[in-house]
């Protein structure tokens, strides 16, 4: 083979593999984004379909985007409180209370042998955690 027809494999072949790259990233963007639509709005947005069998809860013709954010961002707050205070009850296993105990115990002895000031707040921090898993 010459130098050219070499030249113009590797060329061509170049071409067709970021073609196919392109082609697959274009795929895999429309993919994620379809995903963090689904995520942020609930399901995949629709515009001007025909109505289905299926009811949508009807919304007031009055409710601004800023109320449905704000509802969105309550819901998530109730969420997130919810979370906390199942996690709040996990921590009332004795085994947890035992080591936040230790932890506080260890801090304050600690702070009474140097004074120090970041041992005083490992020691707040230590007993805070321990009276907060007493609750």
Not at 61 to 66: G, L, Q
Not at 74 to 103: F, G, H, Y
């Amino acid at each position: 083979m010459s130098w050219f027809k070499i030249f113009s494999a590797v060329v061509v072949g170049n071409i067709v593999s970021w073609a196919i790259i392109g082609i697959i990233g274009f795929f895999l963007s429309f993919a994620i984004m379809g995903a963090a639509m689904e995520e942020i709005f609930g399901g995949r947005p629709t515009f001007n379909t025909p109505s289905s069998s299926t009811q949508q809860p009807s919304r007031s013709p009055t409710v601004s985007p800023n109320d449905f954010l704000a509802d969105q961002a309550r819901q998530e707050q109730q969420r997130l409180e919810e979370s906390r205070r199942q996690q709040a009850r996990n921590r009332t296993d004795p085994s947890v209370i035992r080591t936040n105990k230790q932890m506080c115990e260890f801090w304050t002895e600690e702070f009474r042998k140097d004074g120090a000031e970041q041992s005083r707040k490992y020691r707040d921090a230590a007993c805070a955690r321990y009276r907060a898993s007493l609750n």
